[in-house]
């Protein structure tokens, strides 16, 4: 039977380095890392995992709670999650709560007692969820609350790119289709918009209300857009993207050439509907990876007092230019050209 001190051996380092090597791989330098995760493939050791958190007074389970698992923004975090829990040994218990409050801090009543730390991910009662906690170590994804770390996106970058993007072709009247009224992203994404068009000067932003952030979401938001005399809109996310091109061609309009369409997360659906999507993609597997990395620090070191100091690391967001956005033609503005 191989054991720690097999690798240990082979990798020519301590016992110790190896257990940190395997169970925080972010505490130890990369090529000592490299060295332990090679000798360990190499002679097939697999550390018993159950036995050190059994030791360590530990259930070996973390909890993610997401509004909506249908949703292939929550599906990828939630598949990154998985894949990091799987790679540290730890069982990961995920609930949908259907993207309702009140079903939220149940679950996080309900996960709580159960596992070692919970991931919260775009709670939609952030301040309840956390008080629901009482003090057990959690990490928040798009969401931001004083004494909990969290993992979230660079939207205001994102939004900036976006918006240099319709200008550049020429669009001048830019609509914005909103998500959940609760959503932290979504706030996050307004004010990014809104920032981003006093920077670049001569584009209009026109904010609309908030929409469900799904296909139905779209379709009911179109009419609207058109409404605006928009020649172009960013919608919440691409499920939001894929009902607005819908609607609008029902109208009679084209995409893009007499609306411009942006969306949001570059989930698996931006490529599928056509035009392929013009999206702002996010890493969502490496969002969940993230966030285990940082909830597992926390449960291993204690740190878990409203007292903490916070921890917050945004993640990068970048263009990705696809067919659903193009220059404006001169009888665009939302109508189809009345000749």
């Not at 599928?272 to 620090?297: F, I, K, M, W």
């Amino acid at each position: 039977m191989v054991t720690v001190h097999d690798v240990a051996r082979v990798a020519g380092v301590s016992i110790s380095t190896v257990s940190r090597a395997l169970a925080t791989p972010e505490r130890v330098a990369a090529p000592t890392r490299e060295r332990v995760t090679a000798a360990a493939r190499e002679l097939g050791y697999r550390p018993n995992r159950a036995a050190s958190v059994l030791r360590a007074g530990r259930s070996g389970a973390l909890g993610l709670v997401v509004p909506d698992l249908a949703n292939p923004y929550f599906a990828a975090v939630a598949k990154g999650a998985q894949a990091r829990a799987r790679e540290r040994g730890l069982g990961l218990f995920v609930v949908d709560t259907e993207e309702n409050a009140d079903l939220e801090v149940e679950a996080v009543l309900g996960l709580a007692p159960q596992t070692d730390g919970l991931l919260l991910c775009s709670p939609r009662a952030a301040e309840r969820s956390v008080a629901a906690l009482a003090g057990r170590p959690a990490v928040l994804v798009n969401q931001d609350v004083d004494g909990v770390p969290s993992v979230v996106l660079d939207h205001e970058t994102g939004m900036l790119r976006a918006l240099e993007h319709l200008r550049a072709l020429g669009h001048r009247r830019v609509a914005y289709v909103g998500g959940p009224e609760n959503s932290w992203s979504d706030a996050r994404r307004r004010a990014g918009l809104e920032a981003a068009s006093r920077r670049v000067g001569d584009v209009e932003v026109v904010s609309l209300g908030a929409f469900r952030p799904q296909v139905e979401g779209g379709r009911a938001a179109a009419d609207l857009v058109v409404a605006t005399g928009a020649t172009a809109v960013v919608t919440f996310n691409d499920l939001v993207a894929v009902g607005l091109v819908e609607r609008l061609r029902a109208r009679g309009l084209g995409v893009p050439d007499d609306v411009s369409v942006v969306g949001c997360d570059d989930a698996y659906v931006a490529e599928l509907v056509t035009p392929a999507l013009t999206t702002l993609r996010s890493d969502l597997r490496d969002v969940g990876r993230v966030a285990v990395d940082h909830l597992v620090r926390r449960v291993e070191s204690r740190v878990h007092d409203a007292s903490a100091p916070d921890v917050v690391e945004t993640l990068p967001v970048e263009l990705v230019v696809r067919s659903s956005t193009a220059p404006p033609r001169p009888s665009a503005g939302g109508r189809p050209d009345p000749s």
